[in-house]
C-alpha cells in the first residue's frame, strides 16, 4: 500500500468522466452544427491573458476583475520584467483583442463561436465552479439592430435543437454613453439622497458603477432600487428605434420577450441591446445565457472602432438543465464487439477490426484485467452490456475456415450467420448504426 497522501483534484475544478462526458460531447455537437446553420465559424484563444485585458475591457470596478481573478506574476523576462497574466474568466475580451490583433475585419464583419473552460475564484455551488466552461456566440463589426436579433434567434435555435423548453427571454437597452452618463448622474443623485437604505455593496459602487446597484440581490434593497430613475426615460430616439427593431424581428419571429429596465449584465463593456435568458429550473441562479451589444470594446482594446453583439451561455449549467428536463443525452455504443475465445485468435481478429474501423465500422475488442480472456459466456455478457448491436465471434473453427460468426444482440436478438474474413468490405456496412 502507498504511504503518499492521495492527490485530487482542486475544490471547484471538476474531472468530467464517461459516460458523463458522452453528454458534453453531445452538446458540443449540437453547437457546432447550429453554429454552422447561422454561418458562425469557430475561434480559439489562449486561456491565459494579460491581465490589463480584462481590467480594461471587463472594468477595474466589476466584481471578476475586483475579487474573482486568478492572476499571478509570470517569471521574469532576460530583461527583468515580468508580465501580470490572468486565466481568462470570460472569452469575450480575448475575442476581441484576437480580431484587434490580427486585423480580422479587414474584409467586412466576421460571425465567431467559441467553446472551452473560463475560471473564476468563487464559492463553488451548485452549477457554478471555479473552473467552468462557456460557449459564446460573437458578430463583431454589424451594427444593425437586424445582428442583435439574429444571435437572440441562434440562442433560440439552440434551445430547440436541445429541446430545451423551459426558459424566457428578458431585454433591455442600456443606450449609448451619453445617454448612460446622464442616467448614471441621476442614479447618483437618487441613490445619494437615499444613502442611510444602501447596503455596504451599494455604498461601494455608488461613484465607481451606479448601474451595478440595480443588479442588487439584497431583498431589503428591491423596493428601492425598483424607484430608482429608469435608463429608457434618458434614451435618444436612435436608441430606442434601434430597440423597437429588435423587439420587432423577435415578434415576428414569435420569440416572446419581457422587457426587464434592471436588466444591466455584469460587466462594464455593454452599450444598446442586452438579453438574458432565464429559466425557472434551477433555483435561484436562473440565467442560462446572456449577453448583448458592446460597440466600443475593439477600440477599447486598441482596435479599430467597430460594432459588435455577443453572448455566452454556461456549459455546465445547460446540462443541469437538461438534466432537470428529463433530456437524455445519446450514449455512445460500439456497432460490434469482438469475442476471443483465447489469444491465439488475435492476430486474424485484430487484422478484421482494423479493416472494420477503417470502413466506418466502431468496434470495441474484449480485454481483460489480468491473464487470459474469460469465458465465452463472460465474454457475451460484456458484448450485451457495452450496448453493441453485434458480437462478432473469433471462434477456433470459425478462423479455421476463414470465418467470423455475428451474432444479432438487439434486433432479432440470438440470430447468428458466418461471414468470410477474405471479404470484410462486402458485409461490414451490415454492422453499421443508422447514427
Same mark, same amino acid.
Given at each position: ?8 483534484? $482542486? ?58 481573478? @486568478? ?34 475585419? @479587414? /474584409? ?22 471555479? +473552473? ?19 444571435? $437572440? ?10 429541446? $430545451? ?10 443606450? !449609448? ?12 443623485? @437618487? ?23 440595480? /443588479? ?28 423597437? #427593431?429588435? +423587439? ?39 440565467? $442560462? ?23 455566452? =451561455? ?9 438534466? !432537470? ?11 460490434? @464487439?469482438?469475442?476471443?475465445?483465447? /489469444?491465439?485468435?488475435?492476430? +486474424? ?5 482494423? #479493416? ?7 468496434? #470495441? ?10 469465458? =465465452? ?40 450467420? +458466418? !461471414? ?16
Amino acid at each position: 500500500m502507498s504511504s503518499h497522501k492521495p492527490i485530487t483534484a $482542486i475544490k471547484g475544478m471538476n474531472d468530467i468522466l464517461p459516460p458523463d462526458s458522452a453528454r458534453w460531447e453531445w452538446l458540443e455537437h449540437v453547437v457546432r452544427q447550429t453554429m454552422a446553420a447561422f454561418a458562425y465559424r469557430n475561434i480559439r484563444t489562449p486561456i491565459v491573458e494579460h491581465t490589463q485585458l480584462f481590467a480594461r475591457g471587463l472594468g477595474a470596478a466589476t466584481d471578476v476583475v475586483e475579487k474573482e481573478m @486568478y492572476s499571478f506574476e509570470d517569471r521574469a523576462d532576460k530583461h527583468g520584467s515580468a508580465d501580470h497574466l490572468s486565466l481568462r474568466p470570460e472569452n469575450t475580451a480575448g475575442v476581441v483583442r484576437a480580431v484587434a490583433e490580427h486585423n480580422l475585419l @479587414y /474584409d467586412g464583419g466576421k460571425r465567431l463561436f467559441y467553446m472551452g473552460p473560463m475560471f473564476r475564484r468563487e464559492r463553488p455551488q451548485r452549477g457554478r465552479y471555479r +473552473q467552468f466552461h462557456q460557449i459564446g456566440a460573437e458578430a463583431l463589426g454589424f451594427g444593425s439592430p437586424q445582428i442583435d436579433a439574429e444571435i $437572440i434567434l441562434l440562442a433560440v435555435e439552440l434551445w430547440r435543437a436541445l429541446g $430545451i423548453g423551459n426558459w424566457h427571454l428578458e431585454l433591455n437597452s442600456l443606450g !449609448q454613453p451619453g445617454e448612460r452618463r446622464a442616467h448614471r448622474q441621476a442614479l447618483i443623485d @437618487y441613490f445619494e439622497a437615499h444613502a442611510s437604505q444602501l447596503d455596504e455593496d451599494a455604498r461601494r459602487r455608488l461613484h465607481l458603477n451606479p448601474l451595478r446597484i440595480l /443588479d442588487t440581490k439584497n431583498p431589503a434593497m428591491q423596493a428601492l432600487v425598483e424607484a430608482a430613475p429608469k435608463l429608457v426615460d434618458h434614451l435618444g430616439e436612435a436608441s430606442l428605434r434601434h430597440f423597437e #427593431q429588435v +423587439q420587432a424581428i423577435l415578434r415576428a419571429s414569435g420569440v416572446a420577450c419581457r422587457i426587464n429596465p434592471r436588466l444591466v449584465r455584469g460587466l462594464d463593456y455593454y452599450n444598446l441591446t442586452v438579453f438574458e435568458f432565464i429559466t425557472e429550473s434551477l433555483g435561484a441562479q436562473g440565467t $442560462i445565457c446572456g449577453g448583448g451589444r458592446y460597440d466600443y470594446l475593439i477600440e477599447q482594446l486598441g482596435g479599430k472602432p467597430a460594432p459588435a453583439v455577443g453572448w455566452a =451561455m454556461g456549459v455546465e449549467r445547460v446540462l443541469e438543465l437538461l438534466a !432537470q428536463e428529463g433530456i437524455a443525452a445519446p450514449q455512445p455504443a460500439p456497432d460490434a @464487439y469482438a469475442v476471443l475465445p483465447d /489469444d491465439a485468435a488475435s492476430p +486474424q481478429a485484430m487484422h478484421c477490426l482494423q #479493416q472494420l474501423r477503417a470502413l466506418g465500422v466502431r468496434v #470495441q475488442m474484449h480485454a481483460s484485467a489480468g491473464e487470459g480472456l474469460g469465458s =465465452m459466456k463472460s465474454q457475451l455478457k460484456k458484448a450485451d452490456a457495452s450496448g453493441a448491436r453485434f458480437a462478432l465471434i473469433f471462434g477456433a473453427d470459425e478462423l479455421a475456415a476463414g470465418q467470423v460468426t455475428i451474432k444479432a444482440l438487439r434486433d432479432g436478438a440470438g440470430a447468428q450467420q +458466418q !461471414q468470410p474474413l477474405t471479404q470484410v468490405q462486402a458485409w461490414a456496412s451490415g454492422l453499421k448504426s443508422a447514427n
